[in-house]
């Protein structure tokens, strides 16, 4: 299994500029979220999915959108980039009813 | 968000023991987590304690929990240079849809 990956690992964007972040997992995992990790502050949800068809909102979803029509795939929107989305991006899955959650290896996102 | 806070560094010496602290601040926890971080890779769990539970040992990982005071620790016996790592303490509420995480702890181990 490859677990989870994401592509693509760095990105330079200019403001105003859009891009999306894949996110894809072998696994099978029905749960699949995003979280955004700046300096200082942790990581802090952006959204998430429980399943193919139905996403919802965490802690900072502005500026973001995301859809999952697949159970292995959680592609990440940034329709207009604003240097206050520069920071590094993960990925996560993990089973259904399960606290495990398994991380990808990030991307880190620099708007200039 | 919840509000869930760890101290920056922690510094010690090969062979020490280290404590890395967090304190949170909802009482309505499920479980609490551990993620250990290294240097540009994702997170990976290390362990986790459940709410009801006071303590926690794992070969060299001792997870201690005070629900009264809202503090959990995570103590590494006989630290390595490998444990150098940023350490984030997470609950989850509730569900498990829902993960806040602290800012992490960046362990330094000293030869």
């Known amino acids: 299994n490859a677990g989870v990956t994401q592509t693509p690992k760095f990105q330079v964007l200019k403001t105003g500029q859009s891009m999306t972040l894949q996110c894809a997992q072998d696994?099978?995992?029905?749960?699949m979220s995003w979280y955004r990790q700046d300096p200082g502050m942790g990581l802090r949800l952006i959204h998430y999915?429980?399943?193919?068809?139905?996403?919802d909102q965490g802690e900072v979803p502005n500026g973001y959108n995301v859809s999952r029509s697949t159970t292995e795939d959680f592609p990440l929107r940034l329709l207009s980039a604003a240097p206050s989305q520069t920071s590094v991006y993960f990925c996560?899955?993990?089973?259904?009813?399960?606290?495990?959650?398994?991380f990808g290896p990030g991307t880190r996102l620099t708007v200039t | 968000g919840e509000d869930v806070e760890q101290s920056l560094f922690l510094s010690v010496r090969e062979g020490d023991s280290s404590v890395i602290n967090c304190t949170y601040t909802d009482s309505s926890s499920t479980y609490l987590y551990w993620y250990k971080q290294e240097p540009g890779a994702g997170l990976q769990l290390l362990t986790y304690i459940f709410s009801n539970m006071d303590m926690k040992q794992d070969q060299r990982l001792t997870v201690l929990l005070n629900k009264k005071d809202k503090h959990l620790s995570l103590r590494i016996a006989d630290t390595q240079t490998g444990d150098s790592a940023i350490y984030f303490c997470a609950e989850s509420i509730q569900s498990f849809n829902k993960f806040y995480f602290g800012s992490g702890t960046k362990l330094n181990v000293k030869p």
């Open positions: 996560a899955s993990r089973r259904d009813n399960s606290y495990e959650q398994y």
């Open positions: 696994m099978n995992h029905e749960y």
């Open positions: 999915s429980v399943g193919a068809g139905i996403t």
